[in-house]
């Protein structure tokens, strides 16, 4: 059966740190994939892209890798905010018909002071 | 604000009322989505809308019927919902045929089936 996981449903870390989430997907082969921020009661806000063909995209404290090989994303913020906590979500885009983006569970990251 | 605007923000229905949620964008993007976003559940796709085509997912159930009569507009008709219909409602657009295609989504609508 098609899957995707992200490694935990919560991550907890102290300011400063770096947060890594994980997001690994079975028997699909995505062109992109894509991050995504959620905070309560709002709609998903985008924050990153990947091509299939890159392996690591950066964009001011973000870093995403892509390994098509592993079938494995991951997410990197560096110097961690409180600001940061919110949840985040993996969505695959399997280019078909309307950009159809399918969605992991997501995990939540609370990083506190 | 994503440029995606959805109203009600908060609805409470009977399962035997009609209701209907709107979504607008003002991104000129020619794709829509209705997405459903359960507690613990990952966001399900329901509707497409790509270059005014609907693409269907199968498994939506027909009390719930989508209205799309512009690429700026889109429309989620209730009817005869059930309890564990009550969710979060998203909208989303993106502009196809562009590389990357990420979506901008609504603030939601919190929707409480009684």
């Known amino acids: 059966s098609q899957k995707i996981e992200q490694n935990s449903e919560a991550l907890n870390i102290q300011e400063g740190k770096t947060a890594t989430l994980t997001c690994n997907y079975t028997n699909y082969s995505p062109a992109y994939l894509q991050w995504y921020r959620q905070d309560p009661g709002r709609g998903p806000v985008f924050l990153l892209l990947?091509?299939?063909?890159?392996k690591e995209k950066r964009k001011e404290r973000l870093k995403v890798t892509f390994d098509t090989t592993l079938k494995q994303s991951l997410f990197h913020i560096t110097a961690s905010q409180p600001a940061d906590s919110a949840t985040y979500l993996c969505a695959l885009d399997m280019r078909t018909a309307g950009t159809a983006l399918i969605f992991g569970k997501g995990t939540t990251l609370s990083v506190s002071s | 604000e994503t440029g995606v605007t959805q109203t009600p923000r908060h609805l409470v229905m009977g399962m035997t009322n009609k209701k209907s949620l709107k979504c607008e964008q003002h991104l000129g993007h020619n794709a829509m989505y209705w997405y459903k976003q359960s507690a613990k559940k990952p966001l399900e796709l329901m509707f497409v809308y790509s270059l005014e085509e609907r693409v269907e997912n199968n498994s939506v159930p027909s009390r719930f019927s989508p209205e799309c009569p512009n690429s700026s507009h889109l429309f989620l008709h209730l009817h005869t919902l059930q309890p564990e219909d009550s969710a979060l409602y998203l909208c989303?657009?993106?502009?196809?045929?562009?590389?990357?295609?990420?979506?901008?989504f609504g603030p939601g609508t919190r929707l409480t089936v009684l």
């Open positions: 990947i091509r299939e063909n890159e």
């Open positions: 989303a657009s993106s502009q196809e045929k562009r590389e990357g295609g990420e979506q901008f």
